[in-house]
């Protein structure tokens, strides 16, 4: 046990290092060098990240969001004279492992952080307002839907909203009856009452309700029960050890002919997830993906992102990320301070409405130089937050090309969603 988390120690630290000099060459200090400069220039965004475990693409997801936020900040100015340096910590998506790695990233003395993730919140959200440190974790855990937590904010929208969306193309592609195929995690079973409720109000008939136990050596008891009444579309979440030997098994028995629909993990480009569902994969897996793109917000980011990435093949979550950092800057710039204590009551103040809307970091502190309130746009959709500092978006449906590529299937936006719960769902 003691060489197996030395060794996880060690890829952590080499995947930490190998993020900071990718943001170290955009112009921006990675870690040793914002501890040898410790400069009243700089501002430390930390990100608290799975760099190891079953979960640890999310680590590519968070750095490359935080990478294309610093830099669009960066290169307009930065935030009252300072320029923003990033600097991460390994949490393993293990809630044992989120405090101590959250101390540790104080020690850094983070200005914001970004993450961790849904896996790992919890363990850690009451954390931020006792240690001055304002937080935007990333992710739709059901269980923060009504928090009350006055220094964390949520740009992605929440898992209930996301169920709804997977029921609502489902229904809308005629497919009727469902089996549901999660794992017993906090973070995927999250999906399963507002998913079932969704599905039923709009007509459909849930076959099965099936409850995998990550890391067993094969799941076909599982299938055979999800497809014992033949059911026209699965609904899945799972890590992707579990969704390997799961779709493995899936392939032997004939069971990936019909359409499935993953959550949010299951949507990156040439992902293991799309991988691992083998050679129907282009045309049997749909995944949601949180988040409203178009016009001039997500435009700017995808150009930021290309020249940060060299690629129009985004990450999931990285305009949640990239909104983030945005947002903490332009309220620290209404604030006219650096301090977390008092730029955070100014989050809602450049983010919801009214105001004159804005798309881009530097249009929004022009608008604040002129004393104007503004209502930033962000390039996951709108970023306003309610009173519980949850935003309310639309949902990307992304299918792949033969080449894994993302595809976009369609989206099911707010109004939609809203038409779902009042129908009941």
Known sequence: MLQFRRRGAALAAASAVAVSAAVGALGTAGPAAAKAKASASQLVVGGQFPFTGSKSLLSTWGTHGVAVGVYEVNQNGGVLGHKWSATYVDDSADSV?????????LLKHPTLVIGPFSPTIEAVVKQFQPNDVADFMVGGLTT????????????????????????????KHGWKTASLIFDNSANSQG????????????GGKVEANITLTPGQSSYSAELAQAFQNKPQVVFDSMDSQTAATLFSDGQQLGYMNIPWIGDDLQSAPQGAYAKAFGPTA???????????????????????????????????TTFNEYDSVVIASLAMTKANSTDPKVWVKDVLAVSNPPGTQCYTYASCVRLLKEHKKINYQGASGT????????????FQMLGFDSNLNNVQRSIVTPAQLASVVAKGG
């Open 282 to 316: 282009s045309s049997k897996l749909t995944a949601a993906l949180p988040a409203s793109p178009s016009g001039n917000a997500y435009n700017h980011f995808l150009a930021d992102y290309q020249k940060v990435w060299h690629t129009k093949s985004i990450l999931p």
């Open 383 to 394: 970023d306003d937050f309610n009173k519980h500092h949850n935003v309310f978006s639309g």
């Open 191 to 202: 999906f399963v009452p507002p998913l079932i409720k969704a599905f039923k109000a709009l």
């Open 144 to 171: 923060l839907d009504s928090m009350n937590y006055p220094f964390v904010f949520r740009t992605s929208s929440s898992d209930s909203n996301e169920a709804i969306a997977m029921a609502y193309y489902a229904i």
């Open 97 to 105: 492992d989120a405090l101590p790695a959250f101390r540790k990233l």
